[in-house]
């Protein structure tokens, strides 16, 4: 699909695109050289009073093709509108041009002060529409795009001209992100995943560093190894950590270490997700898939200033003879004696001694920030709802008020996040039971049964990756934030939305650039 930029002074009933849609707020917002939309809108409004409340589609010989779509944002004015109006009225109405056919929609979308990123969120919406699933590109390239071409028209050149090539760039990311997520189990096991990574960032200045030796594993990833062991008695299945790095031109004022959940499928171990609930597990992969997603906006965008390392932590959760078990007691790189008690707590194995490699690296560092990202828990989705990250952050981080940050850079940009807090009743969750172990992994409840069911995880990570030594009473203090993307990775069934990218990108990138 090609991407045409179309500025102010455009003749819509002379343009080549063969459908119009319009996301605004209100029809009088269509002046200038939108005047001709106006009155066929007009004249719909006069018998249907809903006409900005919702999609409407007219067949008028104003816009190329008959096909014009008004797709209305509703208010923006209220206390709870925020600029994702934008994004869901691009996204529908794109949707309904499609339906009709259309192979060369053009987006218009006057300027609106409200908000002031809704054009790039409302081009983000469109092209979240028109992404086809990898799986459906490779079996039927007939079938690969939705779309030849997308026009997108502004009344301001400068925007547009910026909005359209970040916009572009940052959907090259999330469609990597959807990509690794979405596909199934097999497409995307653990090596598939290796593969694919080194296609795409091929010619980029990401370098991959890939770890596969069970020896090497069951070394430095005690915890993980114990989850891969029963996956890697089938070689197609075996589990790796991928390591991504960027390096930026110039000196390093920045260094930010990614570790993400790779679950390539998950069936929860010996404790086995019964009655039906492991259907959609192939989507615990997405918070290592949004890892690979923001390299490849790096090695796209080349910030300066910034280094930055990524931790893909590639592992299928199977059960069978060679499954670990509750009860189990396991000693972590950091040397901390964990005892499990529930296999189905596996995100939190597999990224804990992968964050204490980066906690090691981040010593070293300068300017250090480090992040985990997962689709950890069902009690995110629980306390939050769908369609929001969670981000928390240790001593250190909430110093540096990275969550706050990442939360209004979200907010901005229509990739929202709320903010929770990591306490003391967390890390008194994880304190061993009995003196045969340090720490706990997991209660036997789900954890959205569980009180504070997203929280503790984040401080068993913590703990089990020795970063308890690194908090704000600590000589040498580490900021460390824990992202759950459990609710905002995406509907099952449906496509992956690609989340934190944007966010992440807003607050650490596209002020560099």
Not at 98 to 127: E, H, I, T, W, Y
């Amino acid at each position: 699909m090609s991407l045409s930029k179309i500025i102010g002074s455009l003749d819509v009933k002379e343009s080549k695109y063969d459908s119009v849609v319009v996301v605004t707020d209100a029809i009088e917002k269509l002046t200038g050289n939108l005047e001709c939309l106006q009155a066929p809108l007009r004249k719909y409004s006069e018998i249907d009073q809903s006409c900005c409340k919702k999609l409407v589609f007219l067949d008028t010989d104003v816009v190329p093709g008959r096909r014009l779509i008004f797709s209305p944002t509703g208010l923006l004015n209220r206390d709870y509108d925020d600029v994702r109006r934008f994004a869901d009225a691009a996204i529908a109405g794109i949707k309904r041009a499609v339906q009709a056919g259309s192979k060369a929609p053009l987006l218009v979308r006057p300027v609106d002060d409200s908000f002031p990123k809704a054009g790039l969120v409302s081009l983000l919406g469109a092209l979240h529409a028109l992404y086809v699933p990898l799986e459906v590109r490779e079996a039927n390239p007939a079938k690969s795009k939705k779309v030849d071409t997308l026009g997108v028209w502004c009344d301001d050149q400068t925007r547009l001209e910026k909005g359209i090539a970040i916009g572009s760039t940052l959907e090259l990311a999330r469609s990597v992100c959807r990509d690794i997520g979405g596909s199934d189990p097999e497409r995307m096991a653990a090596i598939r995943v290796e593969e694919y990574l080194g296609q795409q960032l091929n010619g980029t200045n990401i370098t991959i560093d890939v770890i596969s030796d069970v020896n090497i594993l069951e070394k430095e990833y005690p915890l993980l190894a114990a989850v891969n062991r029963a996956a890697n008695t089938v070689e197609r299945h075996r589990g790796r950590v991928i390591f991504l790095e960027y390096n930026g031109e110039g000196p390093i004022e920045k260094t930010l270490f990614f570790v993400g959940k790779g679950i390539t499928y998950d069936t929860g171990g010996a404790d086995i997700k019964a009655g039906g609930i492991m259907a959609g597990m192939h989507r615990d992969k997405c918070g290592a898939a949004a890892v690979a997603g923001f390299f490849m906006l790096l090695g796209q965008l080349k910030p300066k200033g910034i280094r930055a390392v990524g931790a893909m932590a590639m592992v299928r959760n199977s059960v069978g003879e060679e499954s670990y078990v509750a009860d189990e007691i396991i000693t972590s790189r950091a040397g901390v004696r964990v005892r499990v008690g529930n296999t189905d707590a596996e995100g939190r194995m597999v990224m804990a001694d992968v964050l204490c490699r980066c906690k090691e690296l981040a010593l070293q560092a300068v300017n250090p920030e480090i992040f985990t990202i997962a689709t950890l828990t069902g009690h995110a989705i629980r306390a939050m709802g769908f369609n929001y990250s969670i981000i928390m952050d240790n001593g250190p981080a909430r110093k540096l008020q990275t969550a706050q940050k990442v939360q209004s850079a979200g907010e901005e940009y229509g990739d929202p996040f709320e903010v929770s807090t990591v306490r003391r009743e967390d890390y008194d969750f994880v304190v061993g039971p009995s003196e045969y172990e340090d720490i706990l992994q997991c209660n036997n409840a789900p954890s959205s049964a569980t009180p504070r069911g997203h929280q503790f995880p984040a401080a068993f990570m913590i703990r089990a990756a020795g970063l308890d030594k690194h908090g704000i009473d600590s000589e040498k203090p580490l900021p460390y934030s824990h992202m759950d993307i459990a609710g905002s990775s995406g509907p099952f069934p449906g496509v992956p939305t690609g989340a934190p990218i944007v966010a992440l990108a807003a607050n650490y990138i596209l002020p560099r650039i």
